[in-house]
């Protein structure tokens, strides 16, 4: 539900100007659609917003039906079915619900305190429940289930000018960034969410790296990428990326006994045929975003 990072930010921007907010949920769709279920649009009572489910005319459309929904604090269905049979468009299913400022947003406040848990929602009366089981994302019964997921984080070694390309790349797909390194210049790295500044290099392998679902090594070291490795391997990171040609990556998948290791990815990124700095931070990006979705 919170999977990318800016929309954490917009509640807090618009809980700062005292606003009110709509979120409109796409809860089902037939056919083909270009915003899917579980895809989240937030709206606030200056008409600002944050996401994007599709043309011209839908997006017209919702903010129509937002603006009823604030004027009558009350929450609404619509679905959005293509005038002509023949567009190759598909039906969707949307449900919109109103969260006060002065209620501390209701249901969405109160999501943000129970993240790894399913919220349900009953789209005809508004109930809620927060479930310790995870569902996947279904509109069942008139009830929208949903995983309130933490936003997607990303741990980053190294911090040369060769990682800004990378870092802008990741903030805009809305992923949680943090640098870590020794001797880190700050000028290269302004736009990450968090630095955390080494003393020793083996000071990473008694840290818990629990929190971060993707790391990448970039340090072009090959005593630190060793000891950043050695902490990875041992942690629960779900994609651990090397930088490096593909003689010294097979080196290190047999030095580390990876072979067998679904998680380790080297040379990191996808081979897309371009050498430059944003294609290699489009290739890392691709593939950390295949294997967050469960495509590699």
């Known amino acids: 539900m919170f999977e990318n990072k800016e929309y954490l930010k917009f509640i807090q921007k618009s809980k700062e100007k005292n606003l009110d907010l709509v979120g409109v949920s796409v809860i089902e769709t037939l056919g083909s659609t270009y915003a899917k279920a579980g895809n989240l649009m937030l709206i606030n ?13 839908l997006h017209k459309q919702i903010l129509e039906y937002a603006k009823t929904a604030f004027e009558d ?3 609404l269905y619509f679905e959005n079915i293509p005038k002509d ?3 190759g ?3 969707s299913k949307y449900f919109l619900q109103v969260f006060l400022k002065n209620d501390d947003y209701g249901v969405l406040g109160l999501a943000l305190k129970n993240f790894d ?10 109930e809620f429940e927060f479930s310790k089981e995870k569902h996947e994302t279904k509109y069942e019964n008139d009830k929208f289930y949903q995983e309130v997921k933490l936003p997607y984080s990303l741990l980053i070694f190294g911090s040369g000018a060769h990682i800004t390309t990378f870092l802008d790349m ?8 943090t640098i870590i390194d020794i001797n ?3 000028t290269y790295v302004s736009e990450v969410d968090e630095i955390i500044e080494l003393e020793n290099f083996e000071d990473i392998l008694t840290m818990d790296l629990s929190s971060y679902n993707a790391s990448v090594i970039l340090s072009h070291s090959p005593k630190t990428d060793d000891t950043y490795l050695k902490a990875l391997i041992n942690s629960k990171v779900e994609y651990i990326g090397l930088m490096g040609n593909k003689k010294k990556m097979k080196e290190k998948i047999e030095e580390f006994k990876l072979k067998d290791d679904k998680r380790f990815f080297a040379p990191v990124g996808f081979d897309i045929g371009g050498n430059t700095h944003q294609s290699i931070a489009l290739s890392i990006c691709s593939q950390i975003e295949a ?5 590699i």
Do not use: C, P
């Not at 848990?117 to 508004?126: C, E, F, G, V």
């Not at 294997?291 to 495509?295: E, F, L, S, V």
């Open 45 to 57: 009572s200056n008409f600002e917003f944050i996401g994007v489910f599709g043309s011209k005319h």
């Open 184 to 186: 880190i210049n700050k």
């Open 117 to 126: 848990k399913t919220l349900i929602r009953n789209i005809k009366n508004d």
């Open 89 to 91: 468009h598909g039906t």
């Open 170 to 177: 990741a903030n805009l797909m809305g992923w949680k960034t």
């Open 291 to 295: 294997r967050k979705n469960g495509k």
């Open 73 to 75: 604090k009350r929450s």
């Open 85 to 87: 049979e023949s567009s």
